[in-house]
């Protein structure tokens, strides 16, 4: 067994070593030409996580790095990084992060010479990276060409089709009249993919399963677009039932240089949006992988590609793949590639943007071991993914080394702003094979402690073990197709999890009346100890905990040798424990009946959560019956806002009868639409909100009268 770990730890090293060997190759590629290099400050027209991205890679490079933030990223992490930072205006990114006058301004006051679009905002928009050229400022990009060609999806199907690479069948036309594009949904044959023309990231993409929904989707796909992209312009697409989604990271430079740096399978989804990613591709064989990346080096060469693409291809179960769109940036999910061939891409962005030649030819790049990103986003997947926003109240990581990546843009006490996308981070790991990386992601994923709002983390986990997942027999359906064992019924909380609970309560109670008294005069005073000891009486204490919306009473006897006895129902347990503090954590070592284990302790705003290495749980303190009762009528009178954002539309006024389920608002909050439905049958008295305006998560939106109540 031990030769055995010796031999998987000397398979892992032997990685590592030619992981540094290939950047050791490409560093000496770079040094005859570094003299020439002419970018020294750089401009990073963005936010949050990529801004603090690029700018690491810039400060190891040498190269200055310019923030520029809205109002409400003052102080954000990417400003607290940047060598200069410059505000641009309020929230809204209309007004900020998508301003390019603005943002060109601050490029010349600041000297920069380049602008780094991230993902995202500006970072596929012809009109500014034509503006970036006609001002002499470097694009750290493709040329305007190249982003015009491929973000309207009608023009990129054509060239593609003419480069040879296979494509969709579909309609790209310029009639966008609603019978012209219902006639050819029909004539493709049902289900279709309604897709925005412009843009990406799964906004503006709705599935039509039928004519009858056909109209609604299109409708709900054209408010979508035109926020997102200003063009409602449609495709209609062939719909592949159960499809993979694979991509291919391409490089271009400037002198007719393209390669590939293999492919990425991304097809778990939820709303049409990546939440997990891996490098290779599982089950894809060595000959198929050749052809991906020789098709998508043909797509970035049809346009002139400069800089980091990717090519993005559906892919059926017999491994056919067809080509479906290219992102002309970096993408999210890029760490992947680069931990499988020991690259650093942004710096090979800076590099090639400043003239010079992609560093490693296609024989040149090796592909080493495999890599999983799991995206971690401030969301509740137990309410179809809706997205939150709020504090980090507490916030702690797995380390991160040569393995592990952690790719974020907040701290703790950050908070996650509605105004823009609720990721958080980026949890990147990777190892010699896909079984070891997948164990690993788990690990890392049970060591992701937050608190404050919901996030996937705990989804990530079911997710990342369920059985298929495991085998690689992934695709764009996995979550509804799975969905019963991804979201299990939940079961109560075991009650020795319940007295953990109520011990870590009884400590830090301890822990902060001790403190108390350390600071007193009267340090020795009988009734200032909290242990429960009192002179030949047994004293037991009544606590009752909340387990979701259930209450649990537990009965407390506390023991002379300062152990516990918990009672809850007919059962008993002994338990004894101590927390202990480690950095800034609280950690809760426990006995229940004899069993040791431990967890980190977090007690805030009414609940204590408990992390396991094998799970977490969170147990709540009632609040009393007359604070509860004021947040709880607002709920029963009509619809109230799942989340804070803005009111995009409005389907009914004062008056009208609705049934359960109609359409009543559709708000927009992170880059999202959401239609608000009718929770049931009635009459609208009273709306709330207009079209623009914002309204808080729990604010009533519709207020309603039951029906019989308005014809008495």
Request: hydrophobic share 40%; net charge neutral.
């Amino acid at each position: 067994m031990a030769l055995a770990a010796a031999e998987r730890g000397r398979g892992c090293l032997g990685a590592l070593r030619r992981l540094q060997w290939n950047q050791v190759r490409i560093f000496v590629k770079w040094a005859s030409t570094i003299g020439g290099h002419s970018i020294g400050k750089i401009l990073i027209a963005n936010r949050g996580e990529i801004a603090c991205r690029v700018m690491r890679t810039a400060k190891k490079m040498g190269v200055k790095s310019v923030a520029v933030y809205s109002e409400a990223d003052r102080n954000s992490m990417h400003v607290a990084m940047a060598d200069e930072a410059y505000c641009i205006g309020p929230p809204p990114s209309q007004q900020s992060y998508l301003a390019m006058e603005k943002i060109l301004q601050v490029t010349r006051v600041s000297a920069a010479q380049a602008i780094h679009p991230g993902y995202g905002f500006l970072s596929e928009n012809t009109e500014f990276a034509e503006l970036c050229k006609q001002q002499g400022i470097i694009f750290i990009g493709p040329p305007s060409s190249a982003i015009r060609d491929m973000g309207i999806k009608s023009t990129s199907k054509a060239i593609m089709s003419a480069a040879g690479v296979p494509v969709v069948e579909g309609y790209h036309g310029e009639d966008q009249s609603d019978e012209c594009l219902k006639e050819h949904a029909r004539r493709i044959g049902y289900p279709v993919m309604i897709k925005a023309v412009r843009g990406g990231g799964g906004k503006g993409m709705r599935i039509a399963h039928s004519e009858k929904e056909f109209l609604d989707q299109l409708e709900s796909a054209r408010r979508e677009a035109k926020k997102s992209f200003n063009d409602d312009a449609m495709l209609i697409e062939k719909f592949v039932d159960n499809p993979r989604h694979v991509e291919v990271q391409v490089f271009g430079d400037q002198h007719g240089n393209a390669v590939y740096l293999f492919e990425r399978d991304c097809s778990v989804q939820r709303r049409h949006q990546k939440i997990i990613e891996e490098a290779p591709g599982p089950g894809i064989s060595a000959e198929v992988r050749r052809r991906l990346g020789e098709a998508a080096v043909k797509a970035a060469k049809a346009v002139n590609y400069v800089g980091a693409g990717t090519v993005e291809f559906i892919m059926d179960s017999q491994h056919n793949f067809y080509f479906m769109e290219m992102n002309t940036r970096l993408q999210v999910e890029h760490p992947v590639t680069e931990m499988i061939t020991g690259t650093d891409l942004v710096e090979w962005q800076l590099r090639v943007a400043a003239g010079e030649k992609i560093p490693l030819m296609q024989e040149e790049i090796l592909l080493q071991g495999h890599a999983f990103e799991a995206r971690i986003y401030a969301e509740d997947p137990n309410n179809n993914f809706m997205p939150g926003a709020g504090p980090l109240l507490h916030l702690s990581t797995p380390p991160a080394d040569r393995f592990t990546r952690i790719e974020t843009g907040v701290r703790q006490g950050d908070e996650v702003s509605v105004h823009y996308d609720p990721m958080i981070a980026k949890l990147v790991v990777w190892a010699e094979d896909r079984q070891a990386a997948l164990r690993k992601l788990r690990y890392s994923l049970h060591q992701y402690n937050i608190v404050g709002l919901s996030t996937n983390i705990d989804f990530l986990l079911s997710l990342s073990g369920h059985p298929q997942f495991e085998a690689g027999n992934v695709h764009t359906n996995f979550i509804p197709q799975h969905h019963d064992e991804l979201f299990p019924t939940k079961k109560a909380t075991p009650h020795e999890v319940m007295c953990q609970a109520a011990l870590g309560l009884i400590l830090k109670e301890k822990m902060l009346t001790d403190a108390f008294r350390d600071q007193s005069d009267d340090k020795f005073s009988p009734f200032a100890s909290s242990t429960g000891r009192r002179i030949n009486i047994c004293y037991t204490r009544k606590m009752s905990l909340l387990d979701g919306e259930n209450i649990v009473d537990v009965a407390v006897s506390y023991n002379q040798d300062g152990s516990y006895k918990m009672q809850i129902q007919d059962k008993t347990f002994l338990i004894s424990g101590e927390i202990l503090k480690e950095g800034d954590s609280l950690y809760l070592r426990s006995s229940v009946d004899g069993t040791v284990s431990k967890s980190k302790l977090v007690i805030l705003d009414n609940t204590i959560y408990l992390f396991f290495p094998e799970g977490s749980a969170q147990i709540g303190l009632p609040v009393p019956k007359y604070l509860s009762a004021v947040s709880s009528g607002a709920e029963q009178s009509g619809a109230v806002a799942p989340m804070t954002g803005t009111v995009e539309k409005v389907f009914v006024k004062a008056g009208d009868k609705v049934q359960v389920g109609d359409p009543l608002m559709v708000m927009i909050a992170m880059k999202m639409e959401h239609t608000i439905r009718a929770p049931k049958a009635g009459v609208i008295k009273k709306v709330h909100f207009q079209e623009g305006a914002q309204a808080n998560r729990h604010a009533p939106l519709v207020e309603f009268v039951d029906e019989e109540a308005e014809s008495k």
